[in-house]
């Protein structure tokens, strides 16, 4: 590992010592950030056969050295991995037209890297093709049969279909329900897929689901990474939140970085993650910086059909946020959402700050 000073290391160093006060210099520490790894709360339940979730594989290569932004990447590709989650990877829930289309977008706070892929057909980790656009790439997006081809021609293996038999069940079960008259329509679509979570054909979790994975390691190098199956049962080519910066990620390296879960097209109208970025680099705690881009979706939103009876949104969001001095915190449309984290302390879900509260 390199050990000497980078320039904004210097700058840092030089910036304590000139604002120590007299008789107490400020001996400035290399290791004074402490490494920890956050996620949507799916980063501390899957591990598709193996011995570590998602955080935890993520912390222990950044504890052991490892590239921020390579030791998250290999955190996520346990939940796309594992067929058990069917809102990420292999296993998603597919499309409309039964296909599983997928979207992932990751940021290297220190390299200026940034890479996405959307609507990526037949390779089991899209995050994975996401961070070869960023590290081989002078493009951030590729997106559908390109992407694909870009991957084939990386050697990654490409397969005919990322279903599994549940979740190709799951899509049968929704193509019974749904009117072939009516199938772009909100109010048919969103039917279907509400009798499916009260019946427990499909939790909401995995309706809107996906991971968002965000660290630092001990020198303060941040990094970020989002990866999606996508809403369930989409007009198929819709892309979401997760593959745009910005939206369903955002990473400054000498602010913090920032995700979400939860319905991307109002994500995608709020431009939620760099609003966090932005109110963290304006010094708000990570927490308080993602209930501000929750009051920004509730003004945001102003249809009928997306408001409950109290006139806040009715549909799930969560985001989750780590700044520069290694703080983190989430918010939540559900009062019991929870993320996860794994620092020294160990892995372990956190209570979210509750969106409406
Ligand atoms: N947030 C994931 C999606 O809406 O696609």
Known sequence: ?????????????????????????????????????????N???FKNGGDVTCVEKAYGLIESGGDVLEALIEGVNIVELDPADTSVGYGGVPNMDGVVQLDSSCMHGDKKWAGAVAALEGVRTPSKVAYRVASDTDHHLLVGEGAQSFARNLGFKIEDDLNT???????????????????LDPSTRKKALMAMIEEGVLDPIHAFGTINCNGIDAEGRIAGVTTTSGLAFKISGRVGDSPILGAGLYVDGSVGAAGSTGRGEANLATCASFVIVEEMRRGAHPTDACLAAMRR???????????????????GMEYYAIDAKGRSGGASTNPQGRFALCDSDGPRLVDCAYAWG
Request: proline letters at 6%; charged letters at 30%.
């Open 1 to 41: 590992m390199d050990t000497s000073l980078s320039r904004r290391d210097f700058v840092a160093a030089s910036a304590a010592l000139a604002t120590a006060p007299f008789g107490a210099p400020v001996v400035w520490s290399r290791s004074s950030v402490k490494p920890a790894v956050i996620s949507s709360s």
């Open 43 to 45: 980063g501390h339940m």
């Open 165 to 183: 038999e549940r979740s190709r069940k799951i899509w049968l079960d929704w193509k019974r329900r749904i009117d072939p008259a009516h199938f």
């Open 297 to 315: 979706i509730k003004s945001n939103t102003v249809e009928k059909r997306l408001l409950d009876d109290r006139g806040r949104p009715n549909f």
